[in-house]
Every structure is written in C-alpha cells, then in structure tokens.
C-alpha cells in the first residue's frame, strides 16, 4: 500500500513537472523519502525518478539522477552530524538543493524556492506527526 | 542508513550507473524509454485537463436522469467548444498567405516545463508532433504571422520549442515603416528587444517589427516578413553607437494551445 501510494506520488509530481510547473516535485518527494525511510533502495527509487523525470523534460538520461544522487549522497553523509529530522534542516537543505537543481536544470526563481520550501515543510511536519503517532500506537 | 559499509558500495554504484545512462543517452541509445515514457506522461497529463462534470444524486430517478443528461451535455458543449477554438485556429492560420498554408504543420501545445501560471512566463513549450510527423531541429514554429519560436529538441512525437521571447531566440529583423535593420533578442520572461539598430535609423513607439529572413539552405530557420511584435519602448543614448527598443510580441504564449511548424515542404 506504501508503495502504490509513493508511485501514485511520483507520478502525479512527474506530470505536473513535466506539463504544468516548474517546481521540482520530484527531487522535494525524494528529499522527503530519503528523510523518512533510510534504507539503500531510496538510490534506486532516486535513479529511476530520475530516468523518468529526464524523460519527459527532454534532458539527457541520467542527468537528473545524478543530481538526486549526489545530493542524497551528501544528505547520508551529514546525517550524523546533523540533527536531519528537524525542520530547520530540511528547509536548509530544500533551500540549498533547489537553487543547485534550478541552477543546473533552469534559470533560478525565487518563487520556485519558496514553493518548494512551503511544501516541503508542510509535507514534512504532517508525515513527522504521522510518523509519531504511528510509533505510539505500536509501542 | 543502516552502515556506512552497506552505503558506500549502492552509492557508488548508483553513481556509475548514473554515468552510463547519460554515455548511452548522449549517443542516442535509449530514444525508446524517452518516447515510451513521455507518451504515458503527456498522455495522462491531457486526461488531468479534461473537466470533472458528472453529477450523481440518489434520491430520484428523473432528477438522475436530467443531471446525467445536463452533465453529457455539458460535456459536449465543452467539446465543442475546443473543436470551435481549433477551427478558428486553423481557419485564422491557413487564410494567411503569408507564411503558405501548404508548408504548415498544425500541432497542440502539451506542456510549458518552465512555467508557473501567473508567477512566470513560458521559456518553451511542449509540442504533440516530434520525428515521426517530420519535424526536423531548428525549424520555425508560428502562430497566424507571428513567429512562436524554433524547435529545438526533439524525440520521436514530441518536441520542445524554444519561444522567441527565451533568452536562447536571437535573429534579423527590421522595422516595416522604417526599414531600420537590427537584432531580435529574447529576454526571458516574455520581453524581446530590437538590438543593434544604428542611431540613425528612425525608430517610432508602435511600429511593427518582423523578421529579415534568417534561413539556411536546407529551409530552417524564419522567413522573411513574420511578425515578432510591436515597439513599446526606445532606448536611446546619444553616446552609444546603437539604440535598442523593447517588443512586445502579439502571441499570448501563456494561454495559446495551438502552434503551427513550417515545414518546408
């Protein structure tokens, strides 16, 4: 059920991208994935995204998952000297890979910064309360 | 993550992974998944513009009846209502003599990959139509008379279209009342500027700008007397060798749906 709901997620963002916005969604779903479930299949998950993301922004195959790569690669890295499950965190680090992603894939908004940092705080208190209410209930 | 043991080796071979998609890319080797999944994408991204008008009620038959009714036509009117906008694009587009109607290919515009409505302006725009319909790169797409922007990637049934207002739009024009002759530049956000125009050479607020022809040999690239837009503004120093002057272009790129690509043949 997870899983259908995480491809239901990543295919609405790739749509939106793809068509609508030019919000990163999916690298912001990544983010928010790797935040949540540390496990090594995240770069797998991040690959593909990407694959499919380059696909249908018609950028070369791998470019945008080089970009999730490095940047979780990075997040992995840092994870144990910094408090990574805190919202000032993840703002920071929003704030700091959407300016690379808009500087590499397109001309750099302030607006795109700022949507993406609304988002992803909002997405990341409500799965965190949703994540500590589900722990309470199994404790 | 569970150790760094475990991390290290998926990272690095992710990495190289990565590496290898984009070797295979660059040399053409994976146009399959481009075109598979852009039609899946493209194609559940129109169903997303397709509006909701069904209504459901359970206390009677017959209101049940009218409001199914009411929605299928609803439906139809909304129908309609597109194929009547089409063909007044069409009708618009192939009564024009200039550019000819037999060199147009019509196409829909199903994606602005760099827009936020109403925050930002379209660099580029997503077309239906790529190698199969026989779009080439660099050929002009217009809109009646106006120049829209050149194609500028392509797979197999879709394209991307640099807009002429993008910063990557830069070509020949000159001024119809005048003659003057300079350089169209697009400036992102919707702005293009006459450049490079002598401070001789009469400029007036509201002339018409168009396109001098920049075409090579193989038929790519605008043709002359296409409509870029209209002067809106003149810079003028006394001191600099040129003068430059801002156009406006005549194409809505934010609401416009249809697109016309001037094939050549």
Redesign the interface.
């Given at each position: 059920m997870k899983w259908f709901f995480w491809i239901l997620l990543l295919?609405i963002s790739?749509?939106l991208?793809?068509?609508?916005?030019?919000?990163p969604l999916v690298f912001l779903l990544i983010f928010l994935t790797a935040l949540f479930v540390?496990?090594?299949w995240i770069?797998?998950a991040?690959?593909a995204s990407?694959?499919?993301l380059?696909?249908?922004?018609?950028r070369?195959?791998?470019?945008s998952?080089?970009f999730f790569?490095?940047f979780?690669?990075i997040l992995?890295a840092y994870?144990k000297k910094f408090e990574t499950q805190s919202l000032g965190f993840v703002m920071t680090a929003l704030g700091i890979g959407t300016f690379f992603y808009a500087l590499f894939f397109?001309?750099i908004?302030i607006?795109?910064i700022l949507?993406v940092e609304i988002l992803g705080s909002v997405a990341f208190l409500l799965l965190q309360r949703v994540m500590s209410r589900s722990e309470s209930h199994f404790a | 993550m569970r150790s760094r043991q475990v991390f290290l080796p998926v990272f690095f071979v992710g990495i190289g992974l990565c590496f290898l998609l984009l070797f295979f890319s660059l040399f053409g080797w994976l146009g399959f998944v481009t075109d598979s999944v852009s039609w899946g994408v493209f194609g559940a991204g129109k169903i997303f513009t397709v509006p909701f008008t069904i209504f459901t009620s359970a206390n009677q038959n017959q209101i049940d009846n009218l409001k199914k009714e009411n929605a299928a036509l609803r439906l139809s009117l909304a129908h309609d209502a597109v194929i009547q906008a089409d063909n007044t694009a069409l009708r618009d587009q192939f009564q024009l003599t200039t550019p000819a109607p037999q060199k147009l290919l019509p196409v829909q515009i199903v994606g602005r990959p760099s827009t936020i409505p109403n925050v930002s302006f379209p660099e580029s725009v997503i077309i239906d139509a790529g190698k199969s319909q026989g779009i080439t790169i660099g050929m002009a797409v217009v809109s009646q008379s106006s120049i829209a922007g050149t194609v500028a990637r392509l797979t197999d049934n879709y394209a991307l279209v640099n807009l002429v207002t993008s910063k990557a739009s830069s070509f020949a024009g000159k001024d119809t009342t005048t003659g003057a002759i300079g350089v169209v530049k697009g400036q992102g956000n919707g702005e293009i500027i006459f450049d490079n125009v002598l401070l001789s050479d009469k400029l007036k607020i509201g002339d018409t700008i168009v396109s001098q022809g920049s075409q090579d040999a193989s038929g790519k690239g605008y043709p002359p007397d296409l409509i870029v837009g209209k002067i809106t503004g003149i810079e003028k120093n006394p001191s600099a060798l040129f003068q430059m002057a801002r156009v406006q272009t005549l194409v809505a790129f934010d609401t416009i749906s249809r697109l016309f690509i001037l094939t050549g043949n």
């Open positions: 295919f790739l749509c991208e793809a068509t609508v916005v030019k919000v540390r496990k090594e770069f797998l991040a690959i990407g694959v499919l380059d696909s249908v922004t018609f070369f195959l791998g470019e998952s080089l790569m490095c979780l690669g992995f994870e397109g001309g908004l607006a795109e949507i | -």
